[in-house]
Nanobody
Framework: QVQLVESGGGSVQAGGSLRLSCAEASGYAYNSMGWFRQAPGKEREGVAGIDSDGYTMYADSVKGRFTISKDNAKNTLYLQMDSLKPEDSGMYYC???????????????WGQGTQVTVSS
């Protein structure tokens, strides 16, 4: 079965950086992968996505600060987060699917999440 495991979350000061990783333990051949986040009391939102051709997309709120990438040989997805702001805080989820994009409808497999907390 498809298994996505996130890691790399933690607590940082505003302006700091974190690098999240998502390991696809089963080795499933996916078409698209992405990162979502959810803060308490808010809906889950798409942060970044990448397809099998390496095409990337980002939410306007993180564009220029976050970078999504993947290592196909390692079956691992990454999210480099720089210049972090308190509003970036939340639970970050890795997702995989066929259609991709920045909406939940493009994904069917989800990890359990990793917490990111940014203090001012």
């Amino acid at each position: 079965q498809v298994q996505l495991v996130e890691s790399g979350g933690g607590s940082v000061q505003a302006g700091g950086s974190l690098r999240l990783s998502c390991a696809e333990a089963s080795g499933y051949a996916y078409n698209s992968m992405g990162w979502f986040r959810q803060a308490p009391g808010k809906e889950r939102e798409g942060v970044a996505g990448i397809d099998s051709d390496g095409y990337t997309m980002y939410a306007d709120s993180v564009k220029g600060r976050f970078t999504i990438s993947k290592d196909n040989a390692k079956n691992t997805l990454y999210l480099q987060m720089d210049s972090l702001k308190p509003e970036d805080s939340g639970m970050y989820y890795c997702a995989a699917g066929r259609d991709g994009g920045l909406t939940r409808y493009g994904y069917v497999y989800w990890g359990q999440g990793t917490q990111v907390t940014v203090s001012s």
